[in-house]
């Protein structure tokens, strides 16, 4: 069965810190991973990953995504205030098995303390 | 914000009632993907529409059924209402034809069950 596991689930860091969170995938077909960034309701696309070693920047948020070992990290250099929310992780099978599906992970719930 | 909206954005039914929710799709976008968000998990896929076609469904029972208009937006409806049902509803836009599959998610609709 496909699947995402995202670790770890909850992480409480000081303002200034460096977070990395990271997400392993199982899916069948594999097309690309997406991270969001979900604060009360709506989650927010950051980042999607599509080739392997590729890193995506921007600003202090940065993403690179290994298809041999199947899992992708997402960093957050020099933490603030305002990147307390729930970060989400979603890979999307290759179209035409299941169409454009996003398989989540439960996320992880970063906060940072002032 | 992405252009995706939602109605309504809080509801609250009885078990064995019927709820209808909407999602407008942001311009340009021709596929509406629904989420159902339970309290700290990730979103589970229900089904996408596709040009008014369902394009694919999750392990949802029949009971959960939508929509798509002409104008790309949608309907999820929910019938007999279980508690269990209580959660956020996501609903996400985008357009199959384009390259990838980026969602750009709307606010989302708490659905509470009594």
């Known amino acids: 069965e496909d699947k995402v596991v995202q670790s770890p689930l909850s992480l409480v860091v000081h303002e200034g810190d460096t977070v990395t969170l990271n997400c392993s995938y199982e899916v069948t077909n594999f097309r690309s991973l ?6 009360k309701k ?5 980042f999607m ?3 392997s070693g590729i890193e995506k920047k921007s600003g202090r948020l940065s993403s690179i995504l290994d298809k041999k070992e199947l899992f992708s990290i997402l960093n957050i ?10 970060y989400l992780c979603a890979s999307e099978p290759h179209r035409g098995s299941t169409l454009g599906r996003l398989y989540f992970g439960r996320g992880t719930q970063l906060t940072v303390w002032p | 914000e992405t252009g995706v909206t939602q109605s309504p954005t809080h509801l609250i039914k009885t078990r064995g009632q019927q709820v209808t929710l909407r999602c407008s799709s942001q311009s340009g976008h021709n596929t509406v993907s629904w989420y159902q968000q339970a309290l700290g998990q990730g979103p589970q896929f229900i089904f996408q529409y596709y040009r008014e076609e369902e394009n694919g469904r999750g392990n949802f029972p029949p009971r959960f ?6 104008n790309y937006s949608s309907e999820l409806n929910v019938n007999a209402l279980e508690l269990d049902d209580s959660a956020l509803y996501l609903c996400a836009s985008s357009t199959l034809e384009r390259g990838y599959n980026e969602q750009f998610f709307g ?3 708490r659905l509470t069950v009594l």
């Open chain 1, 34 to 39: 997406l991270w969001y960034k979900q604060e």
């Open chain 1, 42 to 46: 709506a989650p927010t696309f950051l």
């Open chain 1, 49 to 51: 990953l599509t080739s």
């Open chain 1, 77 to 86: 250099t020099a933490t603030q205030t305002g990147d307390s929310a729930v």
């Open chain 2, 65 to 70: 059924s939508g929509l798509q208009f002409p």
């Open chain 2, 107 to 109: 606010p989302g609709t």
